[in-house]
C-alpha cells in the first residue's frame, strides 16, 4: 500500500505518516490502532517478545514474569496481556492504573464486547455517557459499541482484570 493509502484510511495526513514511518513522529495510540486497521494487522504484532519458550507452551501458557506490557507512560497505566496470543477472538488484559492514570479524556467506540473485574482500588467507568464508581470486586459488562472511558479514583494504584472480545490489540 501507498502512504497515502494508509493515511487515508488511517484519517491522518501523509506528512504524519511519512513522519511516523521514518521515525521521525510517534503515533499516538489511536493513530496506531487506525493504521492497523488499514494494514488488517493487530497491534501488538508491532511489538516483538524474545520468547524461548517450547511452541507448545507459547501458544497456551503465560508466565507471569514474562507478560507482554504496554506502558502509556503520561496516561499512568500499564496493560499486561494475559492471553497467549492475539490470534483468537478473545483478549485479556491485567490493567494497573496509577492514581489518576486512565484512558484519556476521550470517550472511544469499537466492535464487541467487554468486561473486567477491579481486582484492587476504585475505578470510574463511563459507558455512554453514565459515570459508574467501582471498588474492589465489583465488575462490569458492557457493547463496546458504546462511547466508554475510564480512570482511577484512588490515591494508590487501581487494578483491573478486564475482557475484550474481539481483541482490540
Same mark, same amino acid.
Given at each position: 500500500?501507498?502512504?497515502?493509502?494508509?493515511?487515508?484510511?488511517?484519517?491522518?495526513s501523509?506528512?504524519l505518516m511519512?513522519?511516523i514511518e !521514518?521515525?521521525?513522529?510517534?503515533?499516538?495510540?489511536? %493513530?496506531? !490502532?487506525?493504521?492497523?486497521?488499514?494494514?488488517?494487522i493487530?497491534?501488538?504484532?508491532?511489538f516483538v $517478545?524474545?520468547?524461548h519458550?517450547?511452541?507448545?507452551?507459547?501458544?497456551m501458557?503465560? !508466565?507471569?514474569?514474562?507478560r507482554?506490557s504496554?506502558?502509556f507512560?503520561? !496516561?499512568?497505566? %500499564?496493560?499486561?496481556?494475559?492471553?497467549?496470543?492475539?490470534a483468537?477472538?478473545l483478549?485479556v488484559m491485567?490493567i %494497573?492504573?496509577?492514581p489518576r492514570?486512565g484512558?484519556?479524556e476521550?470517550?472511544?467506540?469499537?466492535?464487541?464486547?467487554?468486561?473486567?473485574?477491579v481486582?484492587?482500588?476504585?475505578l470510574?467507568? $463511563?459507558?455512554?455517557?453514565?459515570?459508574?464508581?467501582?471498588n474492589?470486586?465489583?465488575?462490569f459488562?458492557?457493547?463496546?459499541a458504546?462511547?466508554?472511558k475510564?480512570?482511577?479514583?484512588s490515591?494508590?494504584?487501581?487494578?483491573?482484570? $478486564?475482557?475484550?472480545t474481539p481483541?482490540v $490489540?
Open positions: 500500500m501507498s502512504l497515502k493509502q494508509v493515511a487515508d484510511g488511517a484519517g491522518i501523509v506528512g511519512s513522519q !521514518r521515525g521521525i513522529s510517534s503515533p499516538s495510540i489511536r %493513530v496506531l !490502532r487506525a493504521i492497523c486497521a488499514v494494514l488488517d493487530p497491534v501488538l504484532s508491532l $517478545w524474545d520468547d519458550l517450547s511452541d507448545r507452551e507459547a501458544r501458557i503465560v !508466565r507471569a514474569d514474562r507482554r504496554i506502558d507512560g503520561d !496516561r499512568g497505566m %500499564v496493560k499486561s496481556f494475559v492471553t497467549a496470543h492475539d483468537g477472538t483478549q491485567d %494497573v492504573l496509577q492514570g484512558s484519556g476521550d470517550a472511544y467506540r469499537h466492535a464487541g464486547e467487554e468486561c473486567g473485574l481486582l484492587g482500588g476504585r470510574e467507568i $463511563w459507558i455512554d455517557g453514565h459515570a459508574f464508581h467501582l474492589e470486586g465489583d465488575s459488562h458492557f457493547e463496546s458504546l462511547p466508554h475510564f480512570r482511577n479514583l490515591d494508590g494504584p487501581t487494578r483491573v482484570l $478486564w475482557i475484550t481483541p $490489540w
